[in-house]
């Protein structure tokens, strides 16, 4: 995480399905450090884009 320094925490899965593949990649690769909160700005903003997210704590030893 580029605000924290530390390593992720959580596992983020993101799919970005958009009309140029350069906005899906660059979204999908903002969305996996914003999660939740990135996501809401990306559907304001990026009307013709859809968006999967799913996010997993890896610090309660149940995402495998």
Same mark, same amino acid.
């Given at each position: 995480d580029p605000r924290t320094g530390l390593g992720l925490t959580h596992l983020v899965l993101v799919s970005v399905k958009?009309?140029?593949?350069?906005?899906?990649?660059?979204l999908a690769t903002a969305l996996a450090v914003t999660g939740d909160r990135g996501q809401a700005v990306v559907r304001r903003h990026y009307? #013709? *884009?859809?968006?999967?997210?799913? #996010? *997993?704590?890896?610090?309660?030893?149940?995402?495998?």
């Open positions: 958009a009309p140029e593949g350069i906005t899906a990649d660059s009307r #013709q *884009v859809e968006v999967w997210l799913q #996010q *997993v704590d890896l610090r309660d030893g149940s995402a495998f």
